[in-house]
């Protein structure tokens, strides 16, 4: 059975995977225009979208992801993530890398990839491409990108392309913030406690109330829903005691640095420096014994006459 505090964690993970997201930065294929939002994600595919160039070529494409079409000779490292390919006659010319920064444009959505395979008889230039989301809500799929220029025009030199792709992906969405997220956290915190409540009450019938058959399910009445929300109280309380006793020791860590105790005081410096010196231990050692002669020379000076004969 779960107890109070693993419950309390289960549901402030579920708390931080629906609402923190909100509050991050830009997510990759998404854009914030005017007020307005765009979110590109649902165009990525488990198969890449196939269509041909105009010379008949087929052409392979994927939206902010790599392609899934193993490419044939492209020319480029093996590591990298070839955002599409276009399947020539004797290799696979990629036509640039992923890239997932959105931009507006007058015409639309615009995504550029770049870097992709050598250019056929040019130094220092890859392929590119620039696809343009149009947004069409006549389109009631993903729709289907269609080339609608390449430089240069012959199929085996093109190294540059512009795609056109209309979809109503391309349109403004909305956005799911902090609200929301709170909404689904509570929902789904509330079917879990509803389903542990029916799981552990039907056992609790069953093994130690010894019912059978329906009688062995649980059955929600005035007294069950108080016993939900006291349960609910008690997690709840447990849940803020964690994050109040985490939030202590963090200030009590925080103010237990004080920066003079890595600072030495000039008595300890003095002190430090008296034991750590051996030379001097010694010449102080030597004085006190020579002033120690010194006065008993003195004193014996003092108690004698001139012939040796110690004066009474």
């Known amino acids: 059975m779960l107890s109070a505090n693993g419950l309390s964690a289960l549901l402030w993970a579920t708390f931080f995977a629906f609402c923190l997201p909100a509050l991050a930065d830009e997510k990759p294929c998404t854009l914030h225009h005017e007020g307005k939002y765009y979110d590109l994600n649902p165009l990525k595919a488990s198969k890449d979208y196939d269509f041909k160039t105009s010379g008949g070529y087929p052409f392979y494409l994927n939206v902010c992801r790599p392609v899934t079409t193993d490419p044939w000779s492209p020319g480029i ?57 149009l947004c069409d809500t006549s389109v009631y799929g993903a729709g289907k990108p269609m080339v609608i220029s390449q430089f240069p025009e012959d199929d085996n030199l093109a190294c540059q392309y512009t795609v056109e792709w209309r979809t109503h992906f391309a349109c403004p969405t909305g956005e799911r ?20 409540f029916i799981v552990f009450s039907t056992l609790y019938n069953r093994f130690v109330l ?21 349960f609910c109280m008690e997690l709840f309380q447990s849940a803020m005691d964690n994050v109040r006793s985490s939030a202590n020791g963090w200030a009590r860590s925080t103010r237990d640095l004080n920066p003079a105790s890595h600072h030495w005081s000039s008595r300890d410096e003095e002190q430090a420096m008296m034991v750590a010196d051996p030379l001097e231990d010694n010449h102080d050692r030597e004085l006190q014994d ?16 001139d012939s040796g004969t110690i004066r009474s």
């Open 210 to 230: 010894r019912k059978r058959g329906f009688d062995q399910l649980a059955r929600l009445s005035r007294a069950h829903l108080l016993e939900l929300m006291d």
């Open 77 to 133: 490292p093996d590591n990298v993530d070839i955002a599409g390919l276009v399947r020539k006659g004797h290799h696979d010319f990629a036509i640039g890398l992923v890239n997932t920064t959105l931009e507006m444009r007058d015409m639309g959505l615009m995504l550029h990839l770049s870097d992709g395979s050598p250019c056929p008889g040019e130094d220092n230039l890859y392929g590119s491409s620039s696809i343009r989301f």
């Open 177 to 196: 913030g902090i609200f929301s997220g709170i909404i689904v956290f509570l929902v789904i915190t509330i079917m879990i406690l509803l389903m542990l």
């Open 290 to 305: 020579a002033n120690a002669w010194r006065d008993d020379a003195v004193d014996g000076s003092q108690g004698a006459d």
